[in-house]
């Protein structure tokens, strides 16, 4: 059972290595994690480019101002590539946000995935993507 499990999972890093896709995380920590399972894609941080992620200490902050939306942090990705792979938490907030950003990305025509994500999380048998690493490579 094990061996098949540490299979499937570089059945899935090579997959994601081997696509020309942009991969949509949450935040840094996302991002560190997947670089340690060997992913080495381009990954964008939502955190560091969108509203959605402005910390409620910070709202008025100058750096939250130059954040885009989520509709125009949709129309940046789709510019960039016509693949994206939505690898967000699957707790409340990362699923609503899994849902808006694959509406907005594929009515820009772009294609989305979230299987991929949604299939690494589950053979972790976690909710958030920064826990990965942790969990995989122990």
Sequence with gaps: MFNKKTDNIKEIINQLNNQDAIIVVEGKK???ALQKLGIDSKIFLLQANCRQFAEPRRKASSVNRDKKSLIETSE????????VILMLDSDPKGLELTKKMKNHLQSQGVH????????????ANSQVVESLDKIFLK
């Design 30 to 32: 996302d991002k560190i």
């Design 76 to 83: 940046t990705l789709a510019q960039k590539s016509h693949q």
């Design 112 to 123: 989305v995935n979230t299987k991929i994500g949604k299939t690494l999380l589950r053979l």
